[in-house]
């Protein structure tokens, strides 16, 4: 999670969600993202839960937690085909939501290169069942293995489109408005934009009306190894962020911790 390429699978989870027409109405009819002067205070927010749900201490996500439950506890949407009106923290929602962050990085990582076996994408799609319940969910109805995160999408597809909302973000991502000191991004808005599109699976493209070809998807895995390997030329001081070196650290301080213990029995 703490890799600078993993930004990539971020922006992919946002495209990806918008896709269940649902969970994109329930958020454009609550919240600011559909204005362009509000929606990056929104998108800043977003990524702050993210940061402490994945780096945070367990009284700090135990707090982020219940603020996002109870938020989402009051609102409701209204679906713009049948007039129903609908929870924002229904179950569907909420999973798409989660599945959606947890198929970005670890797809994005994967293609990137980050050394991941088999075995180690299958526990951090189960790890991940912590952060569902985090917003709300059951972690025993959450897919616990890539495998099952799989069928889960094949079984979500025919009840996804693109709808009006999602095709503006998807516009407005090659050109955002952003804050006056963060004009680099914007003039790179539309390098950036190409390279999530192109990790997008085939048939998420298809839906957005653009093309789903496998020569997008190989250029697409060599752009990620691309940075991948580009990141990894610059020290760790420049390279993490500060949550994640400290997690680097804990982790390793945990590793050796366990090598003593299994010396001493």
Not at 107 to 120: C, E, F
């Amino acid at each position: 999670m703490g890799e600078p390429v993993l930004m990539v699978g971020g922006v992919r989870a946002l495209l990806l969600q918008a896709l269940h027409p649902r969970s994109m109405w329930g958020t454009a009819q609550n919240s600011e993202l559909m204005d362009p002067q509000a929606a990056w205070a929104r998108l800043g927010r977003t990524v702050e839960f993210v940061r402490v749900r994945t780096y945070g201490t367990h009284e700090e996500v135990d707090r982020v937690g219940r603020r996002i439950r109870k938020l989402h506890s009051k609102l409701t949407g209204l679906d713009m085909r049948t007039g129903e009106t609908f929870r924002i923290d229904d179950a569907e929602n909420l999973l798409w939501v989660h599945m959606g962050e947890v198929d970005s990085y670890l797809d994005v990582a994967r293609r990137a290169g980050v050394p991941l076996s088999d075995a180690d994408a299958d526990r951090f799609v189960d790890e991940q069942r912590r952060a569902a319940e985090v917003v709300g969910l059951d972690p025993a109805g959450v897919p616990a293995t890539v495998a099952e995160m799989r069928d889960y999408y094949e079984g979500m597809r025919p009840h996804l489109w693109a709808c009006k909302e999602a095709r503006v973000g998807l516009r407005r991502m090659f050109n955002p408005n952003v804050p006056r000191q963060m004009l680099p991004l914007k003039l790179a808005a539309p390098g950036i934009g190409m390279l999530v599109v192109a990790t997008l699976p085939r048939w998420a493209r298809r839906m957005y009306g653009l093309p789903g070809l496998p020569t997008s998807d190989i250029a697409a895995t060599l752009t990620l190894k691309g940075l991948y390997r580009t990141t990894h030329v610059l020290p760790q001081r420049i390279r993490y962020s500060p949550d994640a070196k400290r997690a680097r650290e804990l982790t390793r301080e945990h590793q050796e911790a366990v090598s003593t213990w299994s010396i001493a029995s």
